[in-house]
């Protein structure tokens, strides 16, 4: 019987391979495997719960299941920048509200929505861990710390005007960012290339620029 | 404290002995405190959900709530069940799960039934602080074409999904968008199409999920319960039958743990509406050219009564009884052997297994005994399609630690939770059987779990294509393994009594063979002389009709041309026939060419007793008065009797349940009164032991032909097939799934055919491909009685043409 991820990129069928041997139980790869499936597909569709289900030897519902629990595995589609606003409770202290104000009107995109041309997708989410570095944004789940409604702005700006293919935070942390959290080492190399997070082999990970 | 297997535990400052290991809610239910529970059921695992069941232990750290059904009974465990804090919980656990339910018990099917409502009353608070708006859902959402779920009304206690997980192994219903608006929900486009999806509607503690039959149909207290049993394969499993003015509007699973501990098939669930079919045949019909007309029962008695009268005994056959009560199936046995004076009876229609193996087979396993097995082997029928709930108590036992080895031409439902998986091509079983037994090859591990005893083996014919000879080789070779027990496997309804009350050549009632001269004599002193001469199986019958050596039929509640691995030699031989009598409730593919056909009752109107695959005799009640002028077997058979100027004795049922009890041996005992007011309440297994039991039989390892060709032949079959009763049970008659032809894809790709195309098979029916890579190679694999299969012949090989031309 022919593969249900024939059609997926050869790259990406060799990911999916290298994640299926790494664990002893196939639908311990659910959440790996989504993300991957969701990278084919712009988003966890139902096809691509599918595609997973057979893959791991779990029905389609069981899938659905695990991808509906958690907010990172988008089943409606996102735009091609993915723009999170932090509004727990430092980053609203800070003024995260009035930078997710600024973000949707530089988007045109409403909290939860997409923007028509489908360049943005703007989100609140709930504390992404940087209550030190307040506020906080991230575009594509590449963080960016003690963001201003200035830079918030500019940052929309930025990507409308560059439309960069691979998004690094440590960049956009330069460029726009304020006060850090703390002190995160050296430069990473590697940014997201979708709005899919760019860790390791899972995810969207493409070389920095 | 008594002994290591018990613990002494303080429920409200009273000590019990109670036996250790079991979880406090069940150890305190049991003696007498019921603690409210929603999510807690005893079949299946704990989960903790609802938190209804609360209690306070006492702890090394004082009193604690904690959930009564996840905490198992320690010795000197002190338990409060009552005190102010637990009721203080109760009420909280109950006003939150209240908070999104919408109340609307009026219009609720659960509403009078409710554990919710009821709980509500018992240990709710009252009076809710919740005044904002409830939250909404779309509803009913039908979750397939069997259950509706109400989401407002879920209570999230988890049962439906782990019935549908843990027990059916259907994973399809499942918790999604947990959080704030966590919801039972399916898959898009992936109904929840299990065959078990009933048994979340019965244990679903609140009304979310609610069955399209009985939405609406009537409210519990005006609900008559009688407790009867299915009839509809041979697990025969107890059920609760539910009426309402002159209706049956439900059939619940009762917990008899002998046989189903409450399950059921949506089959057994849900085929009622069938007897209520305006479809029915319910007054006498007699042939007049190419029409039936209708026709009292005195006349339609007097013509049967006279034709088969001038017949001579040798030449009238019954094929039948399988579905009818032990009671009915004596009654038939006694008509055609001392008032027709023919042996020629048969229940199976070439479709089964040598009836003294079914009847007699030694050593003669018990449903429960599958609970201790330490390996199964199954080779027979797909028990998922066959006997549902059967396949339940297997999965169970692999749950519990079995060892399960399946052998099949094709991939069955317990190959997902068997340990050993053997194929091969269908025709070749006696060559596989060889192999197994010497633990050849890639079956080492099969033969050698065998090893571990005690093993019980369920042994059938793993489609109608098989010869069924090949089941008397694996019994026998069954018998070989350590502390072996066998269940042989039969499908249809009441077989196993049909053929303990004689209904088939070579057996008179109660497992006495005709060789049996002791036997015989017995049955001869109450019925005066047998027939001399030698009684004929189905499929001989059917062949003597057609040559003319036989002149008339009896068909009882049989379809041959629909059931018998030749429907054209079926049709043939009724058609060929002077006389043919079908008693029937339906008009069949086989009662429409009859002559005459007589309204007999059904189940649900039938009263007596019937025996399952084990040998258990349970009572069968009746719900209903017989439809129209529908009668029961046993009486119309009497009259027919009268009318030749014989006495059968059968008008009575008493008298023919006392008259088993004293003819048939091995039910020496087991009459109706007994099982109503002595016996146990799970019924009562027929004695199998082997002394006690007239008729010992030891399958023998005949040799069976390996059947050589292209293409060999499994005929498949399935729960929902174009089956009578089916197609007249409302929601059940949609079910029948769309017949494909499956065979490998190296088979395929060797005579181009691709999946999608039409082909021939055997010259006689055009069927779509499907490919399958879990069917063996060289075998084709046919769904048996489906719409589009009807009339199939079961060949051992077939041939397969292609339609799209030269190529």
Redesign the interface.
Same mark, same amino acid.
């Given at each position: 019987m022919s593969s249900p991820i024939s059609a997926w990129s050869h790259a990406s069928q060799e990911r999916v391979q290298t994640i299926l041997d790494s664990y002893p139980e196939p639908r311990s790869a659910i959440m790996p495997l989504l993300y991957i499936a969701s990278l084919e597909h712009d988003r966890v569709s139902p096809e691509a719960m599918r595609q997973v289900a057979e893959l791991t030897g779990v029905t389609p519902a069981q899938v659905a299941s695990v991808a509906s629990f958690y907010t990172m595995f988008k089943r409606d589609g996102v735009g091609e920048y993915l723009v999170s606003v932090c509004t727990s409770i430092s980053c609203f202290l800070r003024g995260a509200d009035d930078v997710l104000e600024v973000v949707e009107d530089a988007t045109g995109a409403r909290r939860g929505e997409t923007s028509s041309d489908g360049t943005f997708t703007v989100e609140h989410v709930e504390c992404i861990g940087s209550c030190g570095g307040a506020p906080a944004v991230q575009v594509n789940y590449e963080l960016i710390e003690g963001v201003s409604t200035d830079n918030g702005r500019k940052l929309v700006a930025w990507l409308k005007d560059t439309k960069p293919q691979v998004v690094l935070a440590d960049e956009m942390q330069q460029l726009f960012g304020g006060s850090r959290s703390f002190d995160w080492g050296g430069p990473e190399p590697e940014g997201a290339i979708a709005p899919v997070p760019a860790f390791g082999p899972y995810g969207s990970s493409g070389e920095g620029r | 404290m008594a002994d290591a297997d018990q613990v002494t535990i303080t429920i409200n400052g009273i000590d019990h002995v109670v036996a250790a290991g079991q979880l406090l809610i069940t150890a305190a239910e049991n003696i007498g405190e019921i603690i409210p529970r929603f999510c807690h059921h005893d079949k299946l695992e704990p989960v903790a959900k609802c938190r209804m069941c609360l209690v306070e232990v006492e702890g090394p750290r004082g009193k604690a709530l904690v959930p009564s059904c996840t905490m198992p009974v320690s010795n000197g465990m002190v338990v409060d069940t009552k005190s102010a804090v637990v009721t203080k919980a109760h009420e909280g656990v109950l006003e939150f799960l209240l908070i999104n339910h919408p109340l609307d018990c009026p219009i609720c099917d659960k509403g009078g039934e409710c554990p919710l409502q009821d709980q509500a009353y018992a240990h709710g608070p009252g009076e809710s602080r919740f005044v904002e708006e409830k939250r909404t859902y779309l509803k009913p959402l039908p979750v397939s074409d069997l259950v509706l779920l109400d989401r407002e009304r879920c209570v999230l206690c988890d049962r439906c999904v782990r019935v549908a997980d843990d027990i059916a192994g259907?994973?399809?219903?499942?918790? +999604?968008?947990?959080?704030n608006a966590v919801q039972i929900? +399916?898959?898009? $486009?992936?109904p929840f199409a299990s065959y078990f999806s009933g048994n979340t509607v019965q244990l679903c503690p609140v009304g979310a999920l609610t069955s399209v039959d009985y939405r609406f149909k009537a409210r519990p207290w005006d609900l008559h319960h009688v407790t009867s049993v299915s009839l509809v394969d041979t697990v025969q499993s107890t059920v609760d039958v539910q009426t309402s003015r002159g209706k049956i509007v439900r059939v619940y699973g009762v917990e008899n743990d002998a046989v189903n501990e409450g399950w059921l098939s949506d089959k057994d669930r849900f085929v009622f509406p069938a007897i209520h079919a305006d479809t029915r045949v319910v007054q006498p019909l007699v042939r007049n050219g190419e029409r039936f007309d209708k026709a009292t029962w005195g006349e339609a008695l007097e013509i049967v009564a006279s034709r088969l009268g001038s017949c001579k005994g040798a030449e009238v056959a019954a094929i039948g009884g399988a579905h009818n009560t032990n009671e009915d199936a004596f009654a038939l046995g006694k008509f055609m052997r001392s008032v027709i004076g023919s042996a020629h009876i048969d229940a199976q229609i070439g479709d089964g297994l040598d009836a003294r193996l079914a009847a007699a087979v030694t050593s003669r396993a018990r449903l429960g005994d599958l609970d201790a097995a330490s390996t199964i082997l199954v080779w027979g029928p797909d028990l998922k399609e066959v006997l549902p709930v059967l396949y339940l108590r297997v999965r169970k036992a692999t749950r519990n630690g079995a060892t399960l080895v399946v052998v099949s031409p094709v991939a069955t439902g317990l190959d997902s939770v068997a340990d050993h998986v053997v194929r091969y091509r269908a025709g070749t079983g006696s060559e596989l059987l060889r192999k197994l037994g010497a633990g050849d090859g890639d079956l080492v591990g099969a033969r050698s779990a065998l090893r571990e005893g005690p093993v019980v083996a369920l042994v059938g014919r793993t489609s109608l294509a098989e010869d069924p000879n090949l089941a008397e080789s694996i019994a026998a070779f069954a018998l070989s393994l350590p502390e072996a027990k066998i269940l042989p496997l039969l499908e249809r309804g009441n077989v196993f009594g049909a053929l303990d009350m004689g209904l088939a050549p070579g057996l008179l009632p109660g497992r006495v063979s005709v060789d049996s001269q002791e036997g015989v004599d017995a049955i001869e002193d109450a019925w005066g002389p047998l027939p001399d001469h030698e009684g004929l199986d189905a499929m001989s019958i059917l062949a003597d009709l057609v040559e003319g050596d036989m002149s008339a039929l009896v068909m009882v509640g049989s379809d041959p041309v629909s059931d018998c691995p030749d429907p054209q030699l079926a049709r043939a031989a009724i058609e060929a026939a002077d006389f043919v009598v079908a008693i029937d409730a339906f008009i069949t593919d086989s009662s429409v060419l009859a002559d005459v056909i007589l309204p007999a009752a059904v189940w649900g109107e039938v009263d007596g007793t019937v025996t399952n695959l084990e040998g258990r005799v349970q009572r069968i009640r009746p719900s209903l008065l017989p439809a129209g002028q529908s009668r029961a077997l046993h009486g119309l058979l009497d009259d027919i009797a009268s009318q030749m100027g014989a006495d059968l004795g059968t008008s009575d049922l008493a008298m023919i349940s006392k008259e088993i009890a004293s003819v048939a041996p091995s039910y020496a005992g087991i009459t109706i009164d007994y099982l109503t007011f002595a016996g146990d309440p799970d019924g009562v297994v027929v004695p199998i032991e082997d002394a006690q039991q007239p008729l010992v039989y030891t399958p023998v390892d005949r040799p069976v032909p390996v059947v050589t060709g292209e293409f060999t032949l499994h005929l498949a079959a399935s729960l929902y097939d174009a089956g009578v009763w089916l197609s007249n049970a409302a929601a059940l008659g949609d079910l029948a799934r769309s017949a494909y032809v499956r065979l490998h894809?190296s088979d395929a790709a060797r005579r181009a055919i691709t999946p999608g195309e039409t082909i021939v098979v055997s010259g006689s029916h055009q069927l779509p491909v499907a490919?399958d $890579?879990t069917v063996s190679r060289g075998t084709l694999v046919v769904p048996h009685n489906l719409e589009e299969t009807k009339g199939f012949v079961a060949t051992p090989t077939v041939t397969v043409d292609t339609v799209r031309g030269e190529e």
């Open positions: - | 259907d994973p399809l219903l499942v918790f +999604t968008e947990r959080g929900q +399916t898959f898009p $486009d992936e894809p490919l $890579d």
